[in-house]
């Protein structure tokens, strides 16, 4: 089954949707829904599930991105969102995926390969990027985030790195793995911001507060080192 494009959108007085599982693509939906506060069944939803330009323009203070969902895009334009979990086993995320929103930290799980098309952009609040091991792209992703101090990137092979990052403070630190600091200088891209890069002994895995799995990585917040 899967949701009609469009559904449950500019729904002005809706604040709460509840999904009862069996659905396969959510289409772009819950659009310009100024009261909406909270979305629930995620879980529920069937495997391979694909968010696509979902949830922007709403009231939603926090979402919890769950495994089941393998590509997730949307949650734009929510001014009150500020917090954002991304279990692992998310694989893409993209769509201008949370911009223009309150977040101030967000953690990419090692599931994820692809960070794309305006993710995470024009963020003000946004400090703290952790990226784990599993990325291997980030394109027009992070721009117009002036409040960036500190990026964590855990991947061995630099990410091929496009049209990103660029608004970041050249005061900015950004931590990648001490065995590959000579790669990252030189790799395309990542040459740009060649004095800004600090050699890091990052650990094997790390599990958050909920109880996540993110692979190679570093404290956000919370974390429980494994």
Same mark, same amino acid.
């Given at each position: 089954?899967?949701? #009609? ?9 809706? *604040?709460?949707?509840? !999904? ?30 694909? &968010? ?11 979402? *919890? ?6 590509? #997730?895009?949307? &949650?734009? /334009? ?11 086993? $998310? =694989? $893409?995320?993209?769509? =201008? !995926?949370?911009?223009?929103?309150? #977040? ?37 992703? &992070?721009?117009? /985030? ?23 403070? *050249?005061?900015? #630190? ?27 002994? &990052? ?24």
């Amino acid at each position: 089954h899967a949701v #009609v494009e469009g559904a449950i959108s500019n729904c002005r007085n809706i *604040r709460k949707i509840s !999904f009862q599982g069996e659905l396969e693509y959510l289409g772009a939906i819950g659009h310009n829904c100024p009261n909406l506060e909270e979305v629930e069944g995620l879980e529920l939803i069937g495997e391979n599930s694909i &968010f696509d330009a979902s949830f922007s323009s709403t009231n939603l203070k926090s979402i *919890r991105i769950p495994s089941n969902i393998i590509s #997730v895009g949307g &949650f734009w /334009d929510n001014k009150n969102l500020s917090k954002v979990i991304i279990d692992e086993g $998310v =694989r $893409v995320i993209n769509g =201008r !995926f949370a911009s223009g929103t309150a #977040v101030t930290s967000i953690s990419i799980p090692s599931s994820v390969t692809s960070i794309a098309d305006g993710v995470l952009c024009d963020c003000n609040q946004l400090s703290c990027i952790t990226i784990s091991s599993g990325v291997t792209s980030i394109s027009s992703s &992070f721009n117009n /985030d002036s409040s960036i101090e500190t990026v964590y990137v855990g991947a061995i092979v630099p990410p091929a790195l496009s049209d990103s990052f660029d608004s970041i403070s *050249r005061d900015a #630190v950004i931590y990648v793995p001490e065995s590959s600091l000579q790669d990252y200088k030189s790799a395309s891209g990542w040459s740009d911001f060649s004095d800004m890069l600090v050699p890091y002994d &990052f650990p094997l895995n790390y599990i958050d507060e909920y109880g996540v799995d993110h692979g190679h990585g570093v404290k956000i917040g919370e974390t429980v080192w494994a």
